[in-house]
Nanobody, 122 residues
Framework: VQLQASGGGLVQAGGSLRLSCVIS????????MGWFRQVPGKEREFVAA????????KYADSVKGRFSISRDNAKNSVYLQMNSLKSEDTAVYHC????????????????WGQGTLVTVSS
């Protein structure tokens, strides 16, 4: 199973970006999906997660009301729409697949992508 995240880049504070993650080599609809982010020197932190059929979502408090996670099982893809970006959102964003749920802890995820860098300038 391979995950490939894309869509990162440089954006001004207050702007928006949409991240995408495509999964291959597995049955996408069987996985809960999550987004995590990591700043150098800090631990990877949970951002958002979505259930296998997309009917339930979870968000970190720091992104509630600004970020939205969604998925398209026909395209084997999960998305993270990020609005009202802040400088503290700067990080490498990773998508991950969970065979058993759609948790908030890294240890629950079975497969990881390499990440895409988001830089928010103030």
């Amino acid at each position: 199973v391979q995950l490939q995240a894309s869509g990162g880049g440089l954006v001004q504070a207050g702007g928006s970006l949409r991240l995408s993650c495509v999964i291959s080599g597995g049955t996408f609809r069987n996985y809960g999906m999550g987004w995590f982010r990591q700043v150098p020197g800090k631990e990877r932190e949970f951002v958002a997660a979505i259930s296998w059929n997309g009917d339930r979502t979870k968000y970190a408090d720091s992104v509630k009301g600004r970020f939205s996670i969604s998925r398209d099982n026909a395209k084997n893809s999960v998305y993270l729409q990020m609005n009202s970006l802040k400088s503290e959102d700067t990080a490498v964003y990773h998508c991950a697949a969970d065979r058993a749920g759609w948790g908030m802890r890294q240890m629950e995820y079975d497969y990881w992508g390499q990440g895409t860098l988001v830089t928010v300038s103030s």
